[in-house]
């Protein structure tokens, strides 16, 4: 008979050590991953770290230059505030000695066989009613008047006679735009934010 060579306690003895092998393996990545984790998240504190102190550096600088920067849009807004009421004190004035100037303009257009019955002119709008002897008189005074540097964009808006009437049977209107002169148009600039 022969003898039976027994191989279950070579097995065994292979497999503790398989076991043996696989524990040393898995606790040196286990360990190597615990590393690579502390030094990842070193680097990430470090990272934090610069970005917390260079973000507390430049707050600093922008609290130094806010208070210029705040006098500098106070300052801005008071040029601006200060244009504003220029340009409006130029229209005033402009008006005060347009509405005079058209006046004289109207003065002197008119010819002695018309007669004026409303005359309104707010800085803006022109119009005018009248009455008239005859239409030929009506178109002579429209001619003179368009020729005025102070009005623009005139036109006859209406001419009817009036039954009855027999001195100034022919009423007028006309209307247009006030063209103020000497009045500067400031237009402040865009600024930039």
Not at 134 to 163: C, P, Y
Request: glycine content about 4%.
């Amino acid at each position: 008979m022969k003898g039976r060579f027994n191989l279950l306690p070579h097995r065994a003895q292979i497999q503790v050590w398989h076991r043996r092998v696989l524990t040393r393996q898995a606790s040196v990545v286990l360990l190597l991953a615990f590393l690579c984790a502390l030094i990842v998240q070193g680097v990430f504190s470090l990272r934090v770290g610069y970005l917390d102190s260079y973000n507390a550096t430049l707050r600093m600088y922008i609290n130094q230059m806010a208070p210029d920067f705040r006098l500098s849009q106070q300052l801005l807004n008071q040029r601006d505030d200060m244009l504003a009421k220029q340009k409006t004190l130029e229209r005033l004035d402009a008006r005060r000695s347009t509405s005079v100037m058209i006046l004289n303009d109207v003065a002197n257009a008119l010819p002695p066989d018309i007669y004026l019955t409303r005359l309104e002119e707010d800085g803006e709008h022109f119009r005018l009613e009248g009455r008239s002897v005859h239409n030929a008189a009506i178109a002579h005074f429209f001619e003179l008047i368009v020729k005025s540097e102070r009005l623009a964009g005139l036109s006859l808006e209406e001419i009817r006679t009036q039954d009855g009437e027999n001195i100034a049977p022919y009423i007028f209107t006309i209307a247009g735009q006030v063209r103020l002169v000497g009045a500067s148009t400031l237009d402040t600039p865009e600024r930039q934010p």
